[in-house]
Nanobody, 115 residues
Framework: QVRLVESGGGLVQAGGSLRVTCAASGSAFSINDMGWYRQAPGKQREFVAGITVPGSTNYLSSWQGRFTISRDNTKNTVYLQMNSLKPEDTAVYYC?????????WGQGTQVTVSS
């Protein structure tokens, strides 16, 4: 069984940067693709970025250029570097991972961007 734990969220001023981290534990050897989603208050959860085991990435076009996803397979960890943050980036950021035909979610980490 795989467990995902996000960390690194917090309060940042507009224009600042933040890196959120997602660490997998348990049967992490079974993890394939990983990704980040976010959910702002009153809105649906939306895709931000995804990354395969070898490191191929894809982004929703809105984020590309400001957000960068990466992973360290030796640490079973995926990262999301967020730059030039805007107040509209305020949301709970969730990590997910595909494992044995199952999609696993973390509990989320809050990112708040002040204007």
């Amino acid at each position: 069984q795989v467990r995902l734990v996000e960390s690194g969220g917090g309060l940042v001023q507009a224009g600042g940067s933040l890196r959120v981290t997602c660490a997998a534990s348990g049967s992490a050897f079974s993890i394939n693709d990983m990704g980040w989603y976010r959910q702002a208050p009153g809105k649906q959860r939306e895709f931000v970025a995804g990354i395969t085991v070898p490191g191929s990435t894809n982004y929703l076009s809105s984020w590309q250029g400001r957000f960068t996803i990466s992973r360290d397979n030796t640490k079973n960890t995926v990262y999301l570097q967020m730059n030039s943050l805007k107040p509209e980036d305020t949301a709970v950021y969730y990590c997910n991972a595909a494992s044995a035909s199952t999609l696993i979610w973390g509990q989320g980490t809050q990112v708040t961007v002040s204007s």
